[in-house]
């Protein structure tokens, strides 16, 4: 029997949650998709009500918590209330922690109670037309220029792109000398030569902006440089085990969500005299995907505790990040067919989530770069059976 394990405080914060996304999120929801884009207000509703950031200390306005729960709990929430492409995470404990993690203190004061309050909205831009899987191809630069750097080049697929105030941009920093060498930059709205480009058009995850970022000849300043601006790299890879959970969460919530559509439509359902739910067929096929939802839960709520206490590894999350995104497509597609017809109308649920699940095995790491880390792990040890492991 699956046992969850969240403080009471928590699930009063769970509680808290539900009705504010009841209430402020999801009957606007409708809109946005249409919008392509999410209402900044909606930020700053969360904001005042403590729905943001949780982590940040109470100097810059947050709850000083930084148990990873608080934000599994909003990542799962969001999913059964069918509100996921409202991605406040990304905000909030994806981006904002880069702050906390190489920020000098100037640049904590000056950002984080703007992004605590949602009058900031953050984003990451690595990705760049010819360089995605292989980031070390990006061609963006950013050249010391003593009391500044100048930045070049562009990005795209951003998400936030649109609605961002402030953007932590990967640049090389030394493309002729060293050129696997990056740094991380605070590009704030406004700044000039920071242009954006268009909101992209997605087969799913509508209502969340998806923008090119162009950069020509933007001055930042060094107040703006953010940690080492040689070793972005190893900047970006201490993130990644929580960032590959943060995803995992999310996709095992969803797939929690599909299963219950479905079986609520199946049993609904009438056909041939008795409920669809009656097939061996529909049995079957729920079963197993039962039985997958159950054992991965187990794995992602282990990997919760684990970066709590400061121990998930980058490849334990990659194993994660890769079956919860292609049990997440599986769980969709099985709803799908046994929605029959209704399953391709975009009225129900299923439909959509069919659409949004898509993207989980190629952003985050697109599946094949988790197997690739999953298997480099493995192979790079001493061969040592199972048995010798427990
Ligand atoms: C909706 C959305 C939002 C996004 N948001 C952001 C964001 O906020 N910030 C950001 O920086 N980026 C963002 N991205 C970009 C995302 O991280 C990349 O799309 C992803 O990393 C894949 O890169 P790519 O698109 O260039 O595909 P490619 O890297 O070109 O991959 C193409 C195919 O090649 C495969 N492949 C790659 N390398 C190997 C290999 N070594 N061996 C075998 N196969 C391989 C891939 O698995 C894939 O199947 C977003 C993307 C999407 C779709």
């Excluded at 509703?45 to 918590?65: I, N, S």
């Excluded at 058009?201 to 969340?208: D, E, F, H, Y």
């Excluded at 009656?278 to 159950?294: G, H, P, V, W």
Aim: charged share 25%.
């Amino acid at each position: 029997m699956l046992k969850r394990n969240f403080t009471e405080e928590q699930v009063m914060f769970r509680d808290a949650y539900r009705k504010f996304l009841h209430e402020e999120i999801a009957p606007y929801m409708e809109g946005w998709r249409e919008a392509g884009i999410v209402d900044r207000q909606a930020f700053r509703k969360a904001g005042e009500m403590g729905f943001l950031m949780v982590w940040p200390e109470e100097q810059y306005g947050g709850l000083g918590d930084d148990d990873f729960r608080f934000e599994q709990i909003i990542i799962e929430e969001n999913q059964y209330a069918l509100t996921g492409d409202w991605y406040t995470t990304l905000h909030s404990r994806l981006v904002g922690p880069y702050l906390k993690r190489f920020g000098t203190e100037e640049q904590l004061q000056r950002f984080l109670p703007d992004c605590v309050r949602g009058d900031t909205i953050l984003a990451i831009a690595m990705t760049e037309p010819d360089a995605g899987s292989d980031l070390a191809g990006m061609r963006a630069t950013a050249i010391d220029q003593g009391d500044h750097y100048l930045l070049n080049g562009s990005k795209t697929f951003i998400s936030n792109g649109i609605n961002a105030d402030l953007v932590i941009v990967a640049a090389k920093t030394d493309p002729v000398n060293n050129p696997r060498q990056i740094g991380l930059f605070l590009v704030e709205r406004g700044m000039e030569g920071f242009e954006r480009g268009r909101n992209l058009k997605k087969m799913g995850k509508k209502a969340q902006d998806t923008a090119e970022l162009f950069f020509n000849n933007v001055r930042i300043p060094k107040a703006n440089v953010l940690g080492d601006p040689t070793r972005g790299f190893s900047h970006l890879m201490e993130a990644l085990a929580e960032e590959r959970l943060i995803a995992a969460t999310e996709f095992i919530a969803a797939a929690q969500k599909a299963f219950d559509l479905t079986l609520e439509f199946v049993r609904e359902r009438k056909m041939f005299g008795r409920s669809l739910a009656d097939f061996q067929n529909s049995q079957f096929k729920l079963a197993e995907l039962r039985a997958e939802l159950d054992m991965q839960q187990v794995y992602i709520d282990h990997c919760v505790a684990a970066v709590n206490e400061g121990s998930l590894t980058a490849v334990d999350a990659a194993k994660a990040k890769l079956v919860t995104s292609e049990l997440l497509c599986k769980v969709v597609d099985e709803g799908v067919q046994l929605h029959g017809g209704s399953g391709y109308m975009d009225e129900y649920p299923i439909s959509r989530m069919y659409t949004d699940a898509r993207v989980t095995r190629i952003y985050a790491g697109t599946s094949e770069v988790m197997k690739i880390l999953i298997s480099r792990d493995f192979l790079q040890q001493d061969f040592k059976p199972f048995v010798d492991r427990l």
